[in-house]
């Protein structure tokens, strides 16, 4: 934007806004200070008025000058606009009582807050900003960021509530490390503006420049003169009025402080000398408006050094000239702590009266803690619950936990309190962990309060609500081992959310019952049953009426897993999946999940109609994905690679799904370079390992099934040179895919009509050879380099198991004798499984008709040596893997029961066998390995 053309930018938003920008702002101003200070104070301007649309605007149209700090300036302040602005849609959810609406802008405006926060710690703490003009007033905002954003606003008056009031441990813990930041960056602004000061006597230009523009004013007078000492003492004597028991007092703060001293007592000293010559010096100089804060910090600081009566004297002068507001309640607490007895009680109750006056109803909170603490001291403790009657509405929750804590510390049983304290304390326990003291307060408070039904909607039905709820939740964490209690808690919360979803309690009831179900669904011991309905039962509820909420996200994922994956249904997981917002962190790999789950379905299809539905459905999710991780491109490099390498992967997998392998070698042609291009860094291809080799595997794979050989070979080859790590893993991985494939076929033929099936049989036998001809291929290279026995077994395992598959048993049995394989490595399981499969392919045949499964011997010469011959193999490979027991151990026990039904031996001992490995594991190893051990159990009883 030429500079004419953004001064006009600047001085149109400045009138616009009513900034008060310097008077030389209506003429261009010179490159430099002066440009710079009047592009900053336009963009705090903006941001203190809450005006995202105009900053927008500003980064949009007129790019930041040269100065390093504008663009950290532009971030604070559009941090600060959409704080103001989530503040105002606060204050107008609260004012209609639509409770998400003040959830969802009280969770906007904490993290513009800390955005803000951030910003503004780089340009107070960046060396490189250091001699900038402006780092003065960088430091100065961080440091009333820090006590008036944070500690004031954002957390209600936490640092008063910790010295005059009943703060919570929770409460209590992020005022010293406010404190603590914001003394160190008042600190630094008054040495900044120090630093400006001598600079500017060395340069009179400069000096004339400053003044000019107003930054000088801003800074020697401003800064040096009011803020930093008013933050100096505001937060010196913050931390040294912090209770003994601080963790400020052991350790030093995250933010080093200068002169900081180990020993807490010689440390207050010091803080408190600080405090009050900060005070003095803002009060010796020129204060204007700042007066009346800095005469009551030093009023505290002198108190607070043992002063009690020149304080209080102070005190009382200082009170009349105090407008409502955070001061003259502060001004008064801080006369009740200098007295005792009537002149106590009769200043607290000229604060309460402060509060009320006060638009800001945390005052009148922080009044009745101070009022219960006090009462509390003198062993009063009716009257320090007492404080806390007649709050506004909506203090009550805040309230009745305060009145808890109290009844706590006193020990007062459960039953002897009022409804909603009861409520409170239950609420205390739980959090506290302790369910007994939950459950029993929560079901006093349930009694009390009486059916939510009945009561008006509201405060008095949303306290009824919560009680119940926390009964559900403390009975659950009481007795998280006895199903039934678990599932009547989670049935109670269901309830609550479901039948009064406008209440503020529906959406933590939910959440709790979703977490609750989730965990029950976890330790299941099978994926469907009355665990799996109520947990279907309470997700529904969940993604039909609160699918927005953080309990949806923090659910989705799992839901899809646990209550689809698990169960079969595959194109309902991948629904699931695809319903994670555009913008979530996870959604890459929410479509990469739906994408599997897309192509397993197709997998599984009963139909080739019905698989070319589903793999149409697979293809335009893996666009998706590929299109989506191309818009991340070098934002996030490492995930825009990975998103459209596994889109391109799938959509090979597909073409070959569909009997296109030589589209499918094609469409992964000169993935490398694509990769590239996607990230804008040929390097980001290599922070997903192994991708690359898993696309060669892939293309191996496809010219097998095409009939070309020799480019298989060429590719395996290629694979092995350029990716040698990751190359046996990848080829291993594409073989295994391979045989499972081939093994899934095969065993839906069984299952499938007879037309079907020769289809299905006709296509495993494929599938099987391209396997054998990989393995072959392989093996050939593996040989040809000379390898060791041991480097070559995974090669001389996969060539066996593939000439299993492929319909030559025998073969693979005399490979692994002619090879030395087996007497090589007798005790290796995957030589025993190798040869156990061999034998029972050659010797066993499983057959189903209208009575069930059936296991038989085949028709092959030997048959009956060969079943007998495999038996001792799964023998060994049943006692060598009992203790991990990976699939292969469940194979294994599958393949011995169904030997003895074949064999027509031990078939009354089946049963027996399957229902003591139910004992030791009720899930039998997995859904896959259950139906099998299962289905063999029914054949024993036929």
Not at 264 to 280: F, M, Q, T, V, W
Not at 600 to 612: G, I, K, L, T, V
């Amino acid at each position: 934007m030429p500079h004419a053309l953004r001064h006009r930018f600047l001085h149109a938003a400045t009138v616009l806004i009513a900034a008060g920008v310097s008077p030389g702002a209506s003429a261009a101003p010179a490159a430099g200070t002066t440009d710079a200070f009047t592009e900053h104070r336009l963009l705090r301007d903006l941001g203190q008025r809450g005006l995202p649309a105009l900053l927008e605007r500003w980064a949009a149209d007129a790019p930041p000058l040269d100065d390093p700090a504008t663009a950290r300036v532009l971030a604070a302040a559009g941090a600060h606009a959409a704080e103001v602005s989530a503040d105002a849609a606060g204050r107008a959810a609260a004012a209609a009582g639509d409770a998400d609406a003040l959830r969802a802008a009280a969770t906007r405006a904490a993290a513009a807050s800390n955005a803000r926060l951030a910003a503004l710690r780089e340009l107070a703490t960046d060396p490189a900003l250091a001699g900038h003009p402006q780092r003065a007033l960088f430091a100065a905002d961080l440091a009333e960021a820090l006590l008036v954003g944070r500690l004031e606003r954002r957390l209600r008056h936490a640092d008063l509530s910790v010295a005059y009031g009943r703060p919570s441990p929770s409460e209590a813990a992020p005022v010293a490390p406010a404190l603590a930041e914001a003394l160190a960056a008042a600190q630094e602004a008054g040495a900044a503006a120090a630093r400006l000061r001598n600079a500017l006597g060395r340069d009179r230009a400069a000096e004339a420049d400053a003044r000019a523009s107003g930054l000088a004013d801003a800074v020697l007078r401003g800064v040096a003169e009011r803020r930093a000492p008013l933050g100096v003492a505001t937060a010196a004597l913050g931390l040294a009025t912090l209770p003994a028991g601080d963790p400020y007092h052991d350790a030093a703060p995250p933010v080093p402080l200068a002169g900081r001293l180990d020993d807490p007592a010689a440390e207050r000293r010091r803080l408190l000398d600080l405090a009050r010559r900060s005070a003095r010096a803002l009060l010796d100089g020129d204060p204007g408006p700042l007066a009346p804060a800095a005469s009551l910090l030093l009023a505290r600081a002198n108190a607070a050094s043992g002063d009690l009566a020149g304080a209080a004297a102070t005190l009382r002068n200082l009170v009349p000239e105090l407008p409502p507001g955070r001061l003259a309640v502060t001004a008064r607490l801080a006369l009740a702590a200098t007295q005792d007895g009537a002149a106590a009680e009769a200043a607290l109750a000229a604060a309460a009266a402060a509060a009320t006056r006060s638009s800001d109803p945390m005052l009148a909170l922080l009044v009745a803690d101070a009022a219960a603490r006090h009462a509390a001291a003198a062993g009063d403790a009716a009257a320090a619950a007492g404080a806390y009657d007649g709050l506004p509405p909506a203090l009550d929750a805040l309230a009745r936990s305060r009145q808890a804590s109290l009844a706590a510390g006193a020990g007062v049983e459960a039953a002897g309190l009022p409804p909603r304290v009861a409520a409170a304390v239950a609420r205390e326990a739980l959090a506290a962990g302790d369910h007994a003291r939950a459950a029993a307060a929560a079901s006093a408070a349930v009694s009390g309060l009486g059916d939510p039904a009945a009561l008006p909607e509201g405060v008095e039905r949303d306290a009824a609500l919560g009680a119940a709820a926390d009964l559900a939740a403390a009975t659950a964490a009481a007795s998280p081992d006895d199903p039934a209690a678990v599932d009547a808690s989670i049935a109670s919360l269901l309830a609550i959310a479901r039948d009064f979803p406008r209440s503020a309690e529906a959406e933590p009831a939910i959440a709790r019952a979703a977490d609750l179900a989730a965990s029950a669904q976890a330790s299941a011991s099978r994926p469907d049953g009355p665990v799996a309905d109520r947990y279907a039962e309470v997700m529904s509820l969940l993604f039909s009426r609160f699918a927005e909420t953080p309990a949806a996200e923090r659910h989705r994922l799992y839901w899809a897993y646990a209550g689809h994956t698990l169960r079969g249904d595959d194109a309902g997981a991948a629904a699931v999946y695809e319903l994670v917002p555009a913008d979530h962190p996870q959604r890459l790999d929410a479509l990469g999940l739906s994408l599997d789950a897309r192509e397993r379905a197709a997998a599984a299809a009963p139909s080739r109609e019905a698989a070319r539905t589903l793999l149409d459905a697979a293809e335009a999710t893996a666009e998706r994905l590929a299109a989506e991780a191309r818009a991340r491109g070098r934002a996030d490099p490492a995930a825009a690679v990975l998103g459209v390498g596994r889109a391109a992967l799938a959509a090979a997998r597909i073409q070959s799904a569909r009997g296109n392998p030589s589209a499918a070698a094609a469409g992964l042609d000169g993935l490398d370079a694509r990769l590239a291009s996607v990230s804008g860094d040929p390097a980001a291809t290599a922070a997903v390992p192994g991708l690359l080799a898993e696309a060669a595997g892939l293309r191996v794979a496809a010219f097998l099934a095409a009939g070309e050989p020799a480019a298989a070979a060429a590719e395996a080859a290629g694979m092995m040179e350029a990716h040698p790590a990751a190359a046996a893993g990848v080829v291993k991985s594409v073989l295994a895919d391979l045989l499972a494939r081939a093994d899934a076929l095969a065993e839906r033929a069984r299952d499938a009509s007879a037309s079907r099936a020769a289809e299905l049989e006709d296509e495993a036998a494929g599938v099987s050879a391209s396997a054998v001809q990989l393995a072959a291929l392989l093996l050939a290279d593996a040989n040809r380099r000379g390898l060791s026995e041991a480097d070559m077994l995974p090669w001389r395992l996969a060539y066996a198991n593939g000439l299993t598959r492929s319909g030559d048993p025998g073969g693979a049995i005399a490979f692994l004798a002619e090879s030395g394989v087996e007497a090589a490595f007798p005790a290796d399981a995957g030589v025993l499984e190798a040869a156990a499969e061999a034998r029972f392919a050659l010797g066993v045949r499983r057959t189903r008709d209208a009575g069930g499964t059936a296991f038989t011997l085949t028709d092959e010469p030997g048959a009956d040596a060969a079943a007998r011959g495999a038996a001792p193999y799964y023998d060994r490979l049943i006692r060598g893997l009992a203790g991990t027991r990976p699939p292969a151990f469940w194979n294994a026990w599958a393949r011995r029961l169904s030997i003895n039904l074949a064999l027509g031996e031990g078939v009354d001992r089946v049963g027996l066998s399957v229902a003591q490995l139910e004992d030791q594991d009720p899930a039998l190893g997995g859904p896959a390995s259950a139906a099998r051990l299962r289905a063999i159990r029914a054949a024993a009883l036929r």
